[in-house]
């Protein structure tokens, strides 16, 4: 393997590395503006000169592969290099509009970075705002993107992203000089399920994001990593949110599960959460006022352990969302299994158990729309071949189950089914006493005995394992609204109820909880996911799109 | 230094001097002489010290940091484009913004909320310092007795642009005071920001 000396420090990489690569590799930033880690590289912006010893002219580092024995200065070490990035970037804001103020893209665009910084910005402008080349502003390309060609730097990271991932290649660059803009052909809207991606991948404020468009100043976001919840996936993101409101959905880099994409649909999966009304406090049918938390987990303990026959099978229908996290699966099936006898328990409201190796495109998208149902399958939730909502209503029906225990989240993603739902309100009719745990209020759920509001995705932290057995950790951004609680808190209050153990306080002593029950998990540790890609399933460990292959590669 | 070669102070004769009563009443009179002189010029009305508030009011300097002004383009049209800048500076927390999309594209971004609780402010002037546009200036309004406290100390884009105390007291401190960067007018009054008068109030 190649041995090389960036800015004084050995690195051995393998061949074929690129310069930048490596230096990423070692920590060192060079600017750059074209290079993009999951687009091919182009080394048009000319952002990423270094030196290399015996090289006659400073060389870009994004498309030169390393040479054993190379030297490399970057413009942090070489006055060369710096000299030459200078000039580059003064190159690049000759014509770039004075607009930071008004610009969504300001406080984590690259130019901005690039100019304050020491070694190769904070040139004197020798341009007149007035005679910079003007272009055409706050151009609408469709539902997520709004196009300012002014702002471009020619990058083309949005053109190859359009070429290569989507395969849509809507983008293109048309006139010549200065002229050149970016441009949709007719300015006509973009359409592909990925286009959010754009404003993402821009490296200034040309495409920015239409659903986040002057809503909040970056900088006064708050940020929280997590997992989309939109479709078995699980790709990474980050909630950025302020004071208690989620602003936006942004992906996080991670090669084996999303590379740097999210799809439309689970970028805007978080408006969902509000949406529709949230059940706010524990409601009891009957009485007209909302009943306090103590009162309702006892009520609801004790309705359903009423139901316990001795020696016999318990005739309670147990299902639980496979939206929910591992940890509060696992308290869920804890406490069904450890205080009835052989009852109905299931997590399918459809087919899960088979939607969730069906996929929808090529790139991210999964027919499942639920981000855990791996895990409930892991968990043993789907034991019976002929279980689900629907035998459990046939069963309702014919009088067979005096008690139903429902944790039901509605899909982030997608219209909730008709069907479901009309499943789910036959059941709670058709029993005496209904236990429903849910995130909002619902039609289906009005005649439950008793509706227990829970936090919703973003609300409560927790694992999801995606439809490949990747264990992932999703932070919690935001409080849950008014009375309702993390829905493990409940299921450990059922289970005390029940004077049983009522799990960890904590997300890590819960996920331990799980890593010693259930074998596929054995040995995990919160701690641990984050720092490595644990796939528990199949054992063997397959990467989620080694075979498959993403567009375009 | 031989203690005899001391000099020699006869504290007695000094004390008998001050008992001495026309030498007691000198240093009083001295006293009394100010004292009065100040009561007659003040009745006679000069020098005042003491003035008629709030019929009459001092003078403050055209730097004084009072209640803030949005200004407004030439058209009449409000100049902040909501970058959140003085928001960003405030050490407060006192100003809340909402922006909204406007579709002169010239200028994209607008203001459609602008709030300062003037309860909370510390009428510090990082807001105008921060403001790129001279969009938010102060004035030299220091006078915010109200009867209400959450009601009528927040100061909504109407009160910052069309109360009658700005034409009465004027502008105040701005960052550019003596080389101004860009034009900005006073709200209602079509009247740029640099013309105010040199004079002060009294």
């Known amino acids: 393997m190649p041995l090389i000396t960036i800015d004084d420090q050995p690195i051995e990489v393998e061949t074929?590395?690129?310069?930048?690569?490596?230096?990423?590799?070692?920590?060192?930033?060079?600017?750059?503006?074209?290079?993009?880690?999951?687009?091919?590289?182009?080394?048009?912006?000319?952002?990423?000169?270094?030196?290399?010893?015996?090289?006659?002219?400073?060389?870009?580092?994004?498309?030169?592969?390393?040479?054993?024995?190379?030297?490399?200065?970057?413009?942090?070490a070489g006055d060369q290099a710096r000299r030459a990035v200078r000039g580059v970037l003064e190159f690049l804001l000759i014509n770039h509009p004075l607009d930071c103020p008004i610009c969504d893209q300001a406080g984590e665009c690259s130019l901005q970075d690039f100019y304050m910084h020491p070694d190769y910005g904070l040139h004197r402008s020798q341009v007149d705002p007035q005679e910079k080349v003007r272009k055409r502003k706050a151009i609408d390309l469709g539902p997520m993107i709004v196009l300012d060609s002014e702002r471009c730097v020619l990058c083309s990271r949005c053109v190859r992203f359009s070429a290569e991932v989507t395969g849509t290649a809507e983008l293109q660059f048309v006139n010549r000089g200065n002229q050149v803009e970016l441009k949709a052909f007719e300015d006509r809207a973009l359409t592909d399920p990925y286009a959010g991606n754009l404003a993402d991948i821009c490296p200034v404020g040309a495409l920015t994001s239409k659903d986040f468009r002057f809503k909040r100043r970056v900088w006064h976001l708050a940020r929280t990593d997590s997992i989309c919840a939109g479709c078995s996936t699980g790709c990474n993101l980050r909630i950025d949110h302020f004071q208690g409101t989620i602003e936006r959905l942004v992906p996080r880099r991670n090669p084996a599960v999303n590379q740097s994409w999210l799809c439309d649909e689970g970028r805007m999966s978080f408006h969902a959460l509000g949406a529709a009304p949230r059940l706010t406090k524990p409601r009891a049918q009957g009485t007209g006022d909302a009943v306090n938390w103590d009162d309702a987990v006892a009520t609801a303990h004790g309705g359903l352990h009423a139901i316990r026959r001795p020696g016999q099978p318990s005739r309670l229908a147990a299902l639980a969302s496979t939206s929910a996290t591992n940890e509060t699966l696992l308290l869920f099936w804890r406490y069904v299994s450890e205080t009835f006898t052989a009852p109905l328990l299931d997590c399918r409201l459809g087919q899960e158990d088979r939607w969730v190796d069906e996929r929808e495109d090529t790139l991210l998208r999964r027919r499942d729309k639920h981000p855990n149902t791996r895990g409930a399958l892991l968990l043993g939730l789907a034991a019976d071949p002929a279980g689900g909502l629907r035998p459990m209503v046939a069963q309702a029906q014919a009088g067979a189950i005096d008690a139903a225990l429902i944790l039901y989240y509605p899909p982030l993603v997608g219209a909730e089914d008709p069907a479901t739902l009309e499943a789910l309100a036959t059941l709670v009719r058709a029993v005496p006493f209904s236990v429903v745990l849910t995130t909002h209020e619902g039609e289906w759920g009005r005649n439950a005995t008793l509706a227990l509001p829970i936090a919703a995705w973003s609300e409560e932290e927790g694992t999801y394992t995606n439809y490949a057995g990747v264990v992932q950790y999703a932070g919690k951004a935001v409080a849950p609204p008014g009375e309702a609680r993390a829905a493990a808190a409940v299921l450990g209050g059922l289970l005390g109820q029940a004077g049983r153990y009522p799990g960890g306080s904590t997300v890590q002593a819960r996920f331990d909880e799980l890593a010693a029950a259930v074998p596929a998990y054995a040995g995990l540790t919160i701690a641990g996911l984050a720092s490595r890609q644990a796939s528990v399933y199949p054992p063997e460990g397959r990467l989620p799109y080694g075979q498959e292959g993403f567009a375009g590669h | 230094m031989d203690k005899k070669d001391l000099p020699v102070i006869n504290v007695t004769e000094a004390a008998e001097a001050e008992t001495n009563l026309a030498s007691g009443m000198g240093g009083t009179l001295a006293g009394m002489r100010v004292t009065f002189n100040h009561m007659v010029r003040q009745v006679l009305g000069k020098d005042q010290v003491t003035i008629q508030y709030p019929e009459q009011r001092k003078p403050y300097s055209r730097r004084f940091r009072g209640v803030h002004?949005?200004?407004?383009?030439?058209?009449?049209?409000?100049?902040?484009?909501?970058?959140?800048?003085?928001?960003?500076?405030?050490?407060?927390?006192?100003?809340?913004?909402?922006?909204?999309?406007?579709?002169?594209?010239?200028?994209?971004?607008?203001?459609?909320r602008y709030e300062i609780d003037l309860a909370r402010c510390i009428f510090c002037g990082f807001c105008v310092d921060a403001c790129p546009e001279e969009a938010l200036i102060m004035s030299r309004e220091y006078d915010l007795t109200t009867y209400e406290r959450d009601s009528q100390t927040s100061y909504g884009i109407g009160r910052l642009t069309t109360r009658p105390e700005i034409e009465a007291y004027g502008a105040g401190y701005r960052p550019h005071m003596h080389y101004p960067l860009v034009e900005s007018y006073l709200p209602g009054r079509r009247r740029k920001v640099t013309d105010e008068p040199e004079k002060e109030r009294s």
């Open chain 1, 16 to 76: 074929g590395t690129l310069i930048i690569q490596a230096a990423d590799r070692l920590g060192i930033e060079v600017p750059r503006f074209c290079y993009h880690p999951d687009l091919r590289p182009e080394g048009n912006c000319r952002m990423c000169l270094v030196e290399v010893q015996g090289y006659p002219r400073p060389t870009v580092a994004c498309t030169t592969p390393v040479v054993d024995g190379m030297v490399v200065r970057t413009p942090h």
């Open chain 2, 69 to 112: 002004v949005l200004t407004e383009r030439e058209d009449g049209s409000l100049k902040c484009v909501a970058c959140y800048l003085c928001e960003t500076a405030c050490p407060a927390e006192c100003i809340t913004i909402e922006a909204a999309e406007t579709p002169d594209k010239s200028v994209e971004k607008v203001a459609s």
